[in-house]
């Protein structure tokens, strides 16, 4: 009968234990942040953490598995999971490349994980949502380099999650340090044993480098990456798809409620008179409400299609951005130039 490996089950309980924490550490200040409104993601800490203890697989996983667990709440999470796997291996390189060591080189690091979390996050916000300008946390810093600056919108949004990354990183990179630095030493050697890791034995460390077992661990996050990379790359199309069909639905249902409210027969009219016409104010009043209660919503018009270009009928004011006069006439937008044909026969 053989008999129970305590050692063997120690090191997987420990294994387990790490990963458990890294989970920890990378929710609870991200969820402590948002309650407490500090602009700063704080998401990656345990990331960090566990790719000095363990390197990539462990490290790969915890990042990994955020995004699962913070997916469950908020689908979208799931689709950044490339970038959590992108950290965890940067931050085990820079480990072992021993770029925590000191302050210039901790510049580096912070720099990297601000343009994978900033730079790369932007990206994917952008082909996820559309350019999502001026919004949220980074929205001073966008609106600064748009406005003053003269940048574009794209570029001063990308720039400002860029310099609003580098900030959080620069935080949690100090918390993973300071945490680091509490965990004992038994534990840090413990974790060379675990994950083949580097070890102040370099003679064990020779023998062990080119084991099966550091062959399976890199074949493994290699597997990892890949499979991140197809579920973050599936997920994104899948959600996009979704997302087109459930603002047309939503384009679909402000259009029906216009159409109940303004009065076909009386365009030419209201073209001609505006403002003045009778009942034209109660029809624009009532087209805010429309747009009031469709959050998505950002321009609401109503354009009588001919062939020099729209005639104004109906214009909401938007924010920085005049409502047409009514009667006024607005060339085509680029957009609609392959639905024009239908839109002049009244389609």
Known sequence: MKMFDFKNHQTIVSAILMILAGLALNIIPARLALALGIPLYLDCTGTIITAMLGGNLPAVIVGFGSNAINGISEPETMYYGVISI??????????????????????????????????????????????????????????????????????????????????????????????????????????????????????????????????????VIVAEVLLGALASSIGFFLYRDNSIKRFVAIAKGVTNSVAHVVDADRIDEFIAKGDSAEGYKDIEDALYGIRGSFSQTKYLYVYKIKKDGCHVVFDLDTDGEPAGEPGSEVEFDPSFVPYLPTLLAGG
């Open 86 to 219: 992108m950290i965890a291996v940067a931050a085990t390189f820079f480990y072992h490349q021993r770029f925590f060591t000191n302050i210039p080189r901790l510049f580096v690091v912070i720099f990297t994980f601000a343009l994978i979390g900033g730079g790369v996050g932007s990206l994917f916000t952008y082909f996820l949502y559309g350019l999502n300008f001026g919004q949220g946390i980074t929205a001073p810093f966008a609106h600064a380099f748009h406005d003053t600056l003269g940048y574009s919108k794209f570029f001063s949004q990308l720039l400002a999650d860029v310099i609003i990354d580098m900030l959080d990183k620069g935080a949690v990179v100090v918390l993973a340090m300071f945490a680091f630095r509490f965990v004992s030493r038994r534990l840090k050697n413990h974790r060379n044993q675990v994950f083949l890791r580097d070890s102040s034995n370099r003679d064990a460390n020779k023998n062990v480098k080119h084991s099966l077992l550091r062959k399976v661990v890199v074949m």
